[in-house]
């Protein structure tokens, strides 16, 4: 069968971007805290959207939506979140899920293509929750009873108070339909400077990296700050703070190229100002795509402990609370994102791995999955500055159609913007 070309509209992608972008509208960016008035609006739009693209879908009964087809053949899931971190910016998550809205609205109403795009928006990929939540609960990854244990950072209440208070309670959890999806592609801005700075149009994901996180204790003794000499204070919260400077005269020397590392919360007790901490806590975040380095630089961060706690005045204690696996993304996903890059970016593409953590990660673990990426303006993300072109957004669109039509179709066609 010839070739022929497609349309993708770029005008209506901006629109749709823009429609969301003025939902919890906060100066440049948005607030859209999980579960919050805004982020029910936005998702209530995305559903009165579906049908544009031939797709039924609704709320599930942990927040997601997930627009899924009835036409035969293969079917390819995309989508990405609509919640926002507090104060932050428009385009991470709503990005992915305008692209993945516009690619079915181009492919699923075309008789020679073969299968479709379904559309999700996974619900707390920012973590007001949890980690990952929604993507969890569609993998099976997620129970009642971390349900019942998760609560928003923001106010302290349960998930479950919030489901109740979004008329979502009682609701049921859409799951995976097992073999359904041929695989899962997600498009992001890349929160970083790689793009940017080589003047490239897109990243092609390898990897998302693995973030493995600790609560690190220091105990020492509480007492009062204007009576206690200090050649006796065993002052907790100063051998936090030279811990921390520790870790960053000795990680160096251990890890690899892209690891990075970051002492994100730091808390004081009982945190007076005529007081001596007596206790203090870290919460301590390693991220990297090879978990060989990670093992590492853990068990380095272990010993610098032992040696801590031996030379006193403090014990110290590490806890390691979180590990997340790094994803590797399918090698078919990347070849389709180059080649429609080629195409319609000028083969201005890179590979690169994520350095942040993505629903595609969750993805992976029951299916193909692939990611996208587009610059960044100075590499901000996660504050309501971020920003990126319109030129790069609609240049993203339209490789990211394309690459859904290769996944689908498997021959090479042409995309235009209107």
Not at 24 to 47: D, I
């Amino acid at each position: 069968m010839p070739d022929k070309r497609l349309h993708f509209d770029g005008a209506r992608v901006l629109a749709d971007l823009y429609a969301l972008r003025a939902i919890g509208a906060y100066k440049s960016g948005v607030h859209k805290p999980t579960f919050s008035e805004p982020h029910m609006r936005s998702l209530e739009w995305l559903v009165q959207r579906l049908p544009e693209a031939g797709l039924a879908g609704e709320i599930d009964g942990i927040g997601n939506v997930l627009g899924t087809s009835s036409k035969s053949g293969p079917k390819l899931l995309a989508g990405s979140h609509l919640e926002s971190q507090n104060y932050a910016g428009w385009l991470d998550g709503p990005l992915g899920v305008v692209y993945a809205l516009e690619a079915a609205r181009v492919l699923n109403p075309d008789p020679d293509i073969n299968g479709a795009v379904e559309v999700a928006c996974w619900c707390d990929e920012e973590g007001h929750f949890g980690s990952f939540l929604g993507s969890r609960s569609y993998v099976g990854g997620l129970t009642e009873k971390d349900v019942d244990a998760a609560r928003d950072r923001n106010s302290d209440r349960t998930m479950r108070e919030a489901l109740r208070e979004v008329g979502l309670a009682g609701r049921p959890r859409v799951a995976a339909e097992r073999g359904r999806h041929i695989g899962y592609l997600e498009a992001h801005i890349e929160q970083g400077q790689t793009l940017e700075g080589g003047a490239l149009n897109v990243g092609v994901v390898t990897s998302i990296v693995g973030i493995w996180q600790y609560r690190i204790t220091f105990t020492g003794e509480q007492n009062h700050a204007g009576t206690t000499r200090m050649a006796v204070r065993k002052d907790a919260g100063l051998a936090l703070a030279k811990f921390c400077v520790a870790i960053d005269e000795r990680f160096p020397g251990a890890c690899g190229p892209r690891t990075v590392w970051t002492t994100g919360s730091i808390r004081l007790d009982p945190g007076a100002p005529s007081i001596i901490p007596g206790g203090a806590e870290m919460l301590f975040q390693i991220r990297d795509a090879d978990t060989a380095i990670i093992d590492r630089l853990e068990q380095l961060l272990r010993s610098m402990a032992a040696e801590a706690g031996a030379r006193g005045p403090c014990t110290v204690a590490v806890e390691r609370i979180r590990t997340g696996a790094p994803a590797m993304m399918d090698a078919s996903f990347q070849q389709a994102i180059e080649a429609a890059s080629k195409e319609f970016a000028g083969g201005k593409s890179i590979r690169m791995p994520s350095a942040a953590g993505h629903d595609a990660q969750i993805l992976s673990t029951i299916m193909p999955a692939g990611m996208l990426f587009v610059p960044s303006i100075g590499g901000i993300s996660h504050h309501w500055t971020e920003n990126t072109d319109d030129a790069d957004i609609v240049t993203g669109a339209a490789v990211f159609v394309d690459a859904c039509r290769r996944l689908l179709a498997g021959r090479r066609t042409s995309v235009n913007s209107t």
